[in-house]
C-alpha cells in the first residue's frame, strides 16, 4: 500500500500545501507567544488549537523539549517551563485539514536575549544539512547513493544520529525512510528517488554528552529537477 501511494498527485499536494500552510501558520503563534515561564505544554497546545480551529485534524507525536531536554531528541513534551536562553526545539507531525501532513521541525531561542556561540554553531551546522541534502535529491538517484553523497555528521554528533536523513510522507509518515549511510545496511533498504514522491529531509545536531540539542526539517516535493520547497517558515534569525 506505501508503494502505491509512492507518487503524489496534483490534488494530493494541493491539500498537502493547505496543511502545511495551517501548520506554519500555528508556528507563527507559537513564536510570537513564547516567553520565559511558560510550560513546554502550553506552547505545545497552540499547534493543536490552530490546527483544529483551521479545521486539521490530530498530531502523531508530543515532539517538542527545551533547555537540557532537546539532547537526545525524541524526549516528550511535558510540565518543563522554559527559561530565558533556552533553545526550544519541535517536530509537527501534524495532520491538517483534508488529513494531510506537515512534518516541519524548528528550534527557536527563548527570550530576548542573545545566543550563544554553542547554540549558533549547532543551528547552523543543522541548517546546513537539509540545504546540502536538498541539492542531491533528483529523480534516478537510489536511496543508497543519495546517502553516501550526503552531508557526514561530525564524530561527536553521530551517536546522536537522527535515525534518516529523509523519509516519504503524505497521510502520515510514509515510505520510504532513508537510513544513514552507516546504518543503510543493517537497518535500511535501496530504492529510486522519482517525481512526484514527498520527502522530510531530517537534521538533528547534538553532541553525545551534550546539553542541548537542534532539530530542523524540510519539507518537499521532487520534481523533474530536483525539489520544490514546501515547507517555507523562515529560520532563526537570533540563532544565525
Known sequence: ?????LIK?????????ASIAVCEAAMHEMRERLQPGM?????????????????GEWIETRLLTSGPKTNPWFQ??????IEAGDLVSFDTDLIG??????DISRTYLCGDGKASDEQRRLYLMAREHPAV????VKPGVTFREFAEKSLDLPPAFRANRYSVIAHGVGLCDEYPHIANAEDIDEHGYDGLIEPGMTLCLESY???????????????VLVT?????????????DSLL
Open 97 to 102: 485539514p483534508f488529513g494531510y501532513c506537515a
Open 205 to 219: 545536531m547534538g553532541e553525545d554528552g551534550g546539553a542541548k540539542g537542534v532539530k530542523l526539517e524540510q519539507q
Open 39 to 55: 510550560t513546554e505544554n502550553a506552547l505545545w497546545s497552540i499547534l493543536h488549537q490552530v490546527n483544529i480551529a483551521r479545521g
Open 76 to 81: 516528550e513534551t511535558g510540565f518543563r517551563v
Open 9 to 17: 498527485s496534483p490534488e494530493e499536494i494541493q491539500c498537502m500545501r
Open 133 to 136: 541534502n536538498a541539492d542531491l
Open 224 to 236: 523533474d529537477t530536483g525539489v520544490d520547497l514546501l515547507s517555507m517558515f523562515p529560520f532563526e
Open 1 to 5: 500500500m506505501e508503494h502505491a501511494r
